[in-house]
C-alpha cells in the first residue's frame, strides 16, 4: 500500500515541480524558494527530526492542547518527513482517537511512506507562499504550523498565512504553532513558579531537566564567544531575508489579536541548558553537602544512584546534549549565509568552526545557562 500524493494545480512551474532541488557546494537546496535559508537533503532532515523529538520530549506530548471532541482530520503544514504527524498518531492513539487522518502539505514531498506506519496518510504538495491552501474550508478539527520562521516573514505574510489556516479549521478545532528561537540566550537562576493551573508543565520540566519560560524567567545574553559570533550572524542574515531570528516573542501577540475567529489562546515555553550551568551545578553542592550533614547513613543506602557533582538524569542529560546538537547543525546548516555575513573565507570558517565544535562538545564551554527556547502556541476556532 502506498501513500497518497495531491500536486496542487497552483504550482505552476513544470520545471521546477520535475526538478526542484540545485546543489550549491555540496548541499541540496530548493530550486524555487530563493529566501528560504536552509538546505533540503538528509543531514537538515535529520535536524528537523531530531527537533521535533527534542520539543516533543521535552513537552511530553505531541500536542499542546488535548481535543475537546474526537478529531478525525490533521493537518501538518510545511511537514517535512511528517515525523511530528507519526508522532501524533500515536499521542491521540494513547488518547484513544484511533481514527483519525493525517494530511502534511509541503512545496516537495520529502516525507516517507507513513502508511506503513499504520497511519492513515496523505501528501499534498504545494508552495505555502500561494495563497490560498488547496483545502476546503472548515476541513479539518487540527492545523499544526510548526518551525515555520525560516519560511514565512512575520507580519504581513505570515498573517496571511494565519487567516488561511483558519478558514481551513472546523469551528472549536485547534490551531497550533510550534517555534524555537535562533537566537541562543543564557537563562539566570531563579526560582520555580508558584503553584497554580501549571503545576503539571512544572512537573514535567523537573522531570526533563528544563525550565518553563515566562515574563518574569531572568535571562542575559549568551556568555559563550562562538555563540555570541554565530548569534550575530544569524541575525543579520535572517534580517536580510526578512525573517525573524526570534519568533516566540511574537506570536502570543499575533493569535491575540484575532478576536474575532481565535479564542482561548495559550502557550507553553521552555528552556533546554546546553549542560549544567555553574549556578546549578553550584545549588547541587549546596543540596548535597546538607543531605551529607543530616544524614550519612541514608546517603549510604541510596548506594550514589546519581554522581554528587551533577543534578541530571541520563536521561536529562542526554535532552541537553541534544538541544546543543541541534544548535550546532542549525549553524551548519546556515553555514553559507553566516560565512557570508561574516566576511570569512573557507579556512577562516573552518577554523572557527573546528574551535567551536571543540568547545561546545570536548569543553563544554556552554556552562552559564545557554539554551535553546522553544514553545508551543495553541487556541480554538471560533
Not at 61 to 67: M, N
Request: proline share 6%; with cysteine; aromatic share 8%.
Amino acid at each position: 500500500m502506498s501513500s497518497t500524493s495531491l500536486h496542487s494545480t497552483r504550482i505552476d512551474d513544470s520545471a521546477a515541480a520535475s526538478e526542484p532541488f540545485i546543489l550549491r557546494r555540496g548541499r541540496r537546496y530548493l530550486r524555487s524558494v530563493q529566501n528560504y535559508p536552509l538546505p533540503c537533503d538528509l543531514p537538515e532532515l535529520h535536524r528537523q527530526n531530531l527537533q521535533t523529538l527534542l520539543a516533543t520530549a521535552v513537552f511530553g506530548r505531541a500536542l499542546g492542547a488535548t481535543p475537546s471532541y474526537p478529531p478525525k482530520k490533521v493537518l501538518e503544514i510545511a511537514c517535512g518527513s511528517g515525523y511530528w504527524s507519526s508522532v501524533c498518531h500515536e499521542f491521540l492513539g494513547g488518547l484513544g482517537y484511533e481514527d483519525v487522518s493525517f494530511t502534511g502539505l509541503d512545496i516537495v514531498h520529502l516525507a516517507g511512506d507513513l502508511q506503513r506506519q499504520g497511519i492513515d496518510w496523505r501528501f499534498v504538495q504545494h508552495d505555502l507562499r500561494k495563497l490560498p491552501l488547496p483545502f476546503d474550508d472548515d476541513e479539518f478539527d487540527i492545523v499544526v504550523m510548526k518551525d515555520l520562521s525560516m519560511v514565512i516573514p512575520l507580519g504581513a505574510p505570515s498573517q496571511r498565512v494565519l487567516d488561511d489556516a483558519t478558514r481551513i479549521l472546523k469551528s472549536g478545532g485547534i490551531l497550533e504553532i510550534w517555534e524555537t528561537d535562533h537566537i541562543i540566550r543564557s537563562i539566570l537562576p531563579h526560582p520555580p513558579p508558584p503553584p497554580g493551573k501549571n503545576a503539571q508543565e512544572y512537573a514535567c520540566a523537573v522531570s526533563t531537566g528544563t525550565f518553563l519560560i515566562s515574563p518574569i524567567t531572568p535571562f542575559t545574553e549568551v556568555k559563550n564567544k562562538y555563540l555570541k559570533d554565530s548569534n550575530t550572524w544569524i541575525q543579520e542574515a535572517l534580517d536580510r531575508r526578512k525573517l525573524s531570528p526570534t519568533p516566540c516573542a511574537r506570536i502570543s501577540e499575533m493569535l491575540l489579536q484575532e478576536t474575532e475567529t481565535l479564542c482561548e489562546v495559550e502557550n507553553r515555553r521552555v528552556a533546554i541548558p546546553f549542560g549544567e550551568p555553574r549556578w546549578e551545578r553550584e545549588a547541587t553542592g549546596e543540596r548535597n553537602a546538607m543531605r551529607r550533614r543530616e544524614s550519612e547513613a541514608g546517603k549510604l543506602k541510596k548506594g550514589g544512584a546519581t554522581s554528587e557533582n551533577s543534578t541530571l538524569t541520563k536521561e536529562q542529560a542526554a535532552l541537553r546534549h541534544t538541544a546543543l546538537l541541534v544548535v550546532i547543525q542549525l549553524i551548519e546548516s546556515l553555514e553559507p549565509l553566516l560565512k557570508e555575513v561574516s566576511g570569512k573565507n573557507q579556512e577562516e570558517w573552518q577554523r572557527y568552526w573546528n574551535s567551536m565544535i571543540n568547545d561546545l562538545l570536548e569543553q563544554k564551554g556552554a556552562s552559564s545557562g545557554e539554551c535553546l527556547e522553544i514553545g508551543i502556541w495553541w487556541c480554538k476556532k471560533v
